[in-house]
């Protein structure tokens, strides 16, 4: 069973566009994150939710917005997507926040073209 | 500031041989854990090791162990007996206990050569 699943793991889109990503985990984790990283390989933290409640928005652009419909879901919708956002977005999830191990899903590589 | 550096971007080692990726923090909290992520080239993150900023002992998991300098603030990752499997990009995190925030150093790359 996978704990943290994420779709779809490719996305390729013309700038302009809107898109959206999914993730779920099945471990029974309170609290989810999206992960941006760029084409240097460095990770940073993009939002995180617990219970279902934003918790931490980190100078995110407007047109990234989050939904956590339940506690094992939280979904990332883009709006006229930039050539700038083409990255690899990554959800995780951990039990609690702060200093609890956090358990990433496979990323999804978005390509705007 | 809260931060994470990892000073060596690339690293080889000998098949078999053990190594050693730095990393180091600045915090001024008492309270925070400490994380070390493997990513290979396909591209998951994978979790390693887990050391919390009060455990006296340093953490070990199987062939990984995290020699954790407090005074230092330092928290290395030693990688026993590499395998060619264990080429990847690694990653150190930190996070503080009470928030919902975690920080990644640049990564190093590790190459093991048959």
């Known amino acids: 069973d996978t704990a943290v699943s994420q779709t779809p793991k490719y996305l390729v889109t013309q700038m302009g566009n809107d898109k959206s990503i999914k993730c779920e985990q099945n471990l029974g984790h309170d609290t989810m994150y999206w992960y941006k990283q760029d084409s240097k390989k460095f990770l940073k933290i993009m939002f995180s939710?617990?219970?279902?409640?934003?918790?931490i928005n980190e100078t995110v652009p407007n047109r990234f917005s989050p939904k956590s419909p339940d506690k094992a879901h939280l979904n990332l919708h883009i709006n006229s997507l930039e050539l700038g956002d083409s990255a690899v977005y990554f959800c995780?999830?951990?039990?609690?926040?702060?200093?609890?191990?956090?358990?990433f899903g496979p990323g999804t590589r978005l390509l705007v073209l | 500031a809260q931060k994470i550096t990892q000073t060596q971007p690339g690293m080889f080692v000998q098949e078999k041989e053990a190594v050693t990726l730095d990393c180091t923090y600045d915090t001024s909290d008492q309270s925070y854990g400490l994380f070390w992520y493997k990513q290979p080239s396909s591209g998951e993150m994978i979790f390693l090791i887990y050391?919390?900023?009060?455990?006296?002992q340093n953490a070990t998991e199987g062939r990984y162990s995290l020699n954790f300098q407090k005074a230092r603030k330092s928290a290395n990752l030693v990688i026993s007996a590499s395998q060619l499997g264990d080429s990847a990009m690694y990653f150190c995190a930190m996070s503080h206990t009470g928030t919902y925030k975690y920080i990644f150093g640049t990564g190093t790359r590790l190459k093991v050569l048959a």
């Open positions: 050391q919390g900023s009060y455990d006296e």
């Open positions: 995780a999830s951990s039990q609690a926040g702060g200093a609890e191990t956090q358990y």
């Open positions: 939710y617990n219970n279902k409640e934003l918790i």
